[in-house]
């Protein structure tokens, strides 16, 4: 399994971004697919989940500016991204938990970061 995340860059303040993460491989049974940042000097923190069956869920800093998706055909999650500010700055990193082993042995998958900068 593979994933591969894309749509960083540099944008200025208040600017948007969508990020992207192709799936490639068979992932046998997700329980859940999200985006996780890490700014430097700082621990991974979540930014948004899709778990099946539920609503988004957000971090309160992403609540009312990013909103994630996925399209199942493309086997791609997406992160939409707005109104960015500096404190948005961080690696972006996709996530994907296979359960297919049970609740008690997840499988992460990690995508290789995309690098969001946010200019004031």
């Known amino acids: 399994v593979q994933l591969q995340a894309s749509g960083g860059g540099l944008v200025q303040a208040g600017g948007s971004l969508r990020l992207a993460c192709a799936a490639s491989?068979?992932?046998?049974?997700?329980?859940?697919m999200g985006w996780y940042r890490q700014a430097p000097g700082k621990q991974r923190e979540l930014v948004a989940a899709l778990k099946s069956g539920e609503t988004p869920h957000y971090a309160d800093f992403a609540k009312g500016r990013f909103t994630i998706s996925r399209d199942n055909a493309k086997n791609t999650l997406y992160l939409q991204m707005n109104s960015l500010s500096p404190e948005d700055t961080a690696v972006y990193y996709c996530?994907?938990?296979?359960?297919?082993?049970?609740?008690?042995?997840?499988?992460?998958?990690w995508g290789q970061g995309t690098l969001v900068t946010v200019s004031s």
């Open positions: 491989g068979s992932i046998r049974s997700i329980l859940s």
């Open positions: 996530n994907v938990q296979d359960d297919y082993y049970g609740l008690l042995s997840l499988i992460d998958y």
